[in-house]
C-alpha cells in the first residue's frame, strides 16, 4: 500500500513559479511510477507530467512541455512538479498517482492517489 500526500500549492501571478511535492509511504515506493494530473472545475481530469521509478521514460503534456519539470528523490520518497512561467489556463486542483506499472500511470487508472493541492494562477 502506499499513501500520497501532496503540498506546495498556492496563488502565483502568471509568469511566476510553484514547486508541488508528494510525499509517499511504502517500502516499495521508489519502484512505483508517477504521475502529476491536474483538474480544473467542470472539466475532465488531465495528465501533466510521468516518469518512471528507473528513470529513462519521461511523459510532458503538449500544454506544459519545456515549462514543467517531474523529478523525484526515492530517499526522500517525495516526487516534485517544478512549474516555471505560470499560465491562467494552468489553473486546477493538481494531484499525484503511483502505480507499478507506467502504462497505467499514462492511462489515467493509477492504483493511489494524492488528495490534490489547489494551484491558482493570476492574470
Known amino acids: 500500500q502506499v499513501q500520497l500526500v501532496e503540498s506546495g500549492g498556492g496563488l502565483v501571478q502568471a509568469g511566476g513559479s510553484l514547486r508541488l511535492s508528494c510525499a509517499g509511504s511504502g517500502r516499495t515506493f521508489s519502484r512505483y511510477a508517477m504521475g502529476w494530473f491536474r483538474q480544473a472545475p467542470g472539466k475532465e481530469r488531465e495528465l501533466v507530467a510521468a516518469?518512471?521509478?528507473?528513470?529513462?521514460?519521461?511523459y510532458y503534456a503538449d500544454s506544459v512541455k519545456g515549462r514543467f519539470t517531474i523529478s523525484r528523490d526515492n530517499a526522500k520518497n517525495t516526487v516534485y512538479l517544478q512549474m516555471n512561467s505560470l499560465k491562467p489556463e494552468d489553473t486546477g486542483v493538481y494531484y499525484c498517482a503511483a502505480d507499478p506499472t507506467f502504462s497505467d500511470v499514462l492511462a489515467g487508472t493509477s492504483d493511489y492517489w494524492g488528495q490534490g493541492t489547489q494551484v491558482t494562477v493570476s492574470s
Open positions: 516518469n518512471r521509478w528507473s528513470g529513462g521514460s519521461t
